[in-house]
C-alpha cells in the first residue's frame, strides 16, 4: 500500500503562486510516474502534469504549460507542483497520484494510488 498526502493547496491571488507538495509513505515511489490531476465541483478529474519515475520526461495540460512546474525528489518520496501565475480558473481540488508504471499518462486510469486532495482556490 501507498499513501499519498498533499499539502499546500490555500487561497491566493490571481497572479500568485502556491507550490504543492505530496508526500508518499509506505512504499518508495521511484520507478514509479507521480501525476496531478484537478477536480473541481460537478465536472470529471483533470490531467494536470505527470512525471516518470526517473524524472527525464514531463507532461503538461495544455492549460498550464509555461505556468506549472511538476518536480520529484524520490530521496524525500515527494513530488511537486509549483503553480506560477495562477488564474481563477485554476481553482480546484488538486491531487496527486501514483502511476501503475514508469510512463506518464494522462489518463487518471493510468494511476492505482490517489492522495486526498488540497483545495486552490485563485480569486480575482
Known amino acids: 500500500q501507498v499513501q499519498l498526502v498533499e499539502s499546500g493547496g490555500g487561497l491566493v491571488q490571481a497572479g500568485g503562486s502556491l507550490r504543492l507538495s505530496c508526500a508518499a509513505s509506505?512504499?518508495?515511489?521511484?520507478?514509479?510516474?507521480m501525476g496531478w490531476f484537478l477536480q473541481s465541483p460537478g465536472k470529471e478529474r483533470e490531467f494536470v502534469a505527470a512525471?516518470?519515475?526517473?524524472?527525464?520526461?514531463?507532461d503538461y495540460a495544455d492549460s498550464v504549460k509555461g505556468r506549472f512546474t511538476i518536480s520529484r525528489d524520490n530521496a524525500k518520496n515527494t513530488v511537486y507542483l509549483q503553480m506560477n501565475s495562477l488564474k481563477p480558473e485554476d481553482t480546484a481540488v488538486y491531487y496527486c497520484?501514483?502511476?501503475?508504471?514508469?510512463?506518464?499518462?494522462?489518463?487518471?486510469?493510468?494511476?492505482?494510488?490517489w492522495g486526498q486532495g488540497t483545495q486552490v482556490t485563485v480569486s480575482s
Open positions: 497520484a501514483r502511476g501503475r508504471d514508469w510512463g506518464v499518462r494522462r489518463s487518471a486510469g493510468g494511476y492505482d494510488y
Open positions: 509506505g512504499r518508495t515511489i521511484s520507478g514509479y510516474a
Open positions: 512525471i516518470t519515475g526517473s524524472g527525464v520526461w514531463i
